[in-house]
């Protein structure tokens, strides 16, 4: 049984990693952000509501987000496992995460921090080319995250089921790391 949230600034290899190890665990990958982006990409309800908020950088509000994770979290691949990435963006979706675990009765095994440094970062950001990849995007979102997903780090660390990893190293590295970690 795997059950992961991952935390990190964009760019921090949270999408990679996750996809590795949902491969290696059998569990789905929940990345809000793909669903977001499949959501624009259709243009249903959701695509539309969020599209501006995502090409600005900003967080999506939270009153589209958690009905979408609560489903996401019903579906029956998801009963044995899963890997969450780009969820939980600030408190107030950490705290509802929290209920909705405590309801369905699947405790989270760890948080994963990805730590790599601000530079690296937008690096990184810049060669990935996504459409919400410009450089000015790029700064509000890194602003963003540290000002409202930042404060997660404390908010699981308090709880002692955090772990971070440093994510600049080959990814390899990284995912031999995170191995290690739930492993344990
Ligand atoms: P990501 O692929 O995780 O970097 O997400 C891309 C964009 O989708 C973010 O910049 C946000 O606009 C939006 N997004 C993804 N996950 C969330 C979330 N949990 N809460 C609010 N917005 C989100």
Known sequence: MTRLIFLGAPGAGKGTQAQRLSAESQVPHISTGDILRTAVAKQTDLGKKAAH????????????????IRERLGQADATNGWI???????????????????????????????????????????????????EAVIRNRLAVYREQTEPLI???RG??????????QPMDAVTAELKRVIAA
Do not use: H
């Open 84 to 134: 969450l990435d780009g969820f939980p963006r600030n408190v107030s979706q950490a705290n509802f995460l929290d209920g909705l675990l405590e309801e369905i009765q699947q405790p989270c095994d760890f948080v994963l921090n990805l730590d790599v440094p601000d530079e690296v970062l937008v690096t990184r950001l810049l060669s990935r080319g996504r459409q919400d990849d410009t």
């Open 154 to 156: 404390d908010f699981y």
């Open 53 to 68: 908020y995502m090409n600005a950088g900003e967080l999506v509000p939270d009153d589209l987000i958690l009905d979408l």
């Open 159 to 168: 709880r002692q089921q955090l772990v971070s990893v440093n994510g600049n």
